[in-house]
């Protein structure tokens, strides 16, 4: 004679399911045909992402003023249309991780060390935040200081009264 099957029970709280004298348990439940929603398929980022979102958190710390080596800023002026958000960021994407590589002009008077370190927790924060991708490291390039802009000239003082 052969026992009756025990019937499978669900433990509350989570998808396990369990025979009442524990002696068994069965596969996790899955919704449909292939498991959970967000499991199925894949989700591919393009470096062109990673590379906007990184120039945007660099120029939003204080002390940058601009991204991107002299001649590429002064092709953008030349071509105001074709002026490129992502200037200044070079980014390699892997299919966990990144590496991101950024030129940057700083404000005269501004700490060079200080804006730099800023930099890299802002661009870590909202590539990670916003990808999920673990940013294995930022290199920063400081190709310029501006200067202030003195729009009028300073005129030497008389020595005659």
Same mark, same amino acid.
């Given at each position: 004679?052969?026992?009756?099957?025990?019937?499978?029970?669900?433990?509350? $709280?989570?998808? +396990?399911? !369990?025979?009442? @004298?524990?002696?068994?348990?069965? *596969?996790?439940? !899955?919704? #449909?045909? $292939? %498991?959970?929603?967000?499991?199925?398929? =894949?989700?591919?980022?393009?470096?062109?992402?990673? +590379? &906007?979102? @990184?120039?945007?958190?660099? !120029?939003?710390?204080?002390?940058?003023?601009?991204? #991107?080596? $002299?001649?590429? =800023?002064?092709? %953008?002026?030349?071509?105001? %249309?074709?002026?490129?958000?992502?200037? %200044?960021? &070079?980014?390699?994407?892997? /299919?966990?991780?990144?590496?991101?590589?950024? *030129?940057?002009?700083? /404000?005269? $008077?501004?700490?060079?060390?200080?804006?730099? @370190?800023?930099?890299?927790?802002?661009?870590?924060?909202?590539?990670?935040?916003?990808?999920?991708? *673990?940013?294995? +490291?930022?290199?920063?390039?400081?190709?310029?200081?501006?200067?202030?802009?003195?729009? *009028?000239?300073?005129?030497?003082?008389? !020595?005659?009264?």
């Amino acid at each position: 004679m052969t026992e009756p099957m025990a019937q499978a029970v669900r433990t509350p $709280g989570t998808d +396990e399911f !369990r025979t009442p @004298a524990d002696s068994t348990t069965l *596969e996790p439940a !899955r919704s #449909g045909p $292939g %498991g959970a929603p967000a499991t199925r398929g =894949r989700t591919t980022i393009a470096g062109g992402v990673v +590379e &906007k979102i @990184a120039a945007l958190a660099a !120029r939003e710390v204080p002390g940058v003023n601009a991204m #991107g080596s $002299g001649l590429a =800023r002064t092709l %953008g002026a030349i071509r105001p %249309g074709r002026a490129s958000v992502t200037r %200044g960021v &070079k980014v390699e994407v892997g /299919e966990r991780q990144t590496a991101i590589d950024l *030129e940057i002009v700083v /404000e005269y $008077g501004v700490s060079i060390t200080e804006v730099a @370190a800023e930099i890299r927790l802002h661009v870590i924060a909202a590539v990670e935040r916003m990808t999920e991708l *673990e940013v294995v +490291e930022v290199n920063i390039a400081v190709s310029d200081v501006h200067l202030p802009d003195r729009s *009028e000239p300073e005129l030497p003082e008389s !020595r005659l009264q």
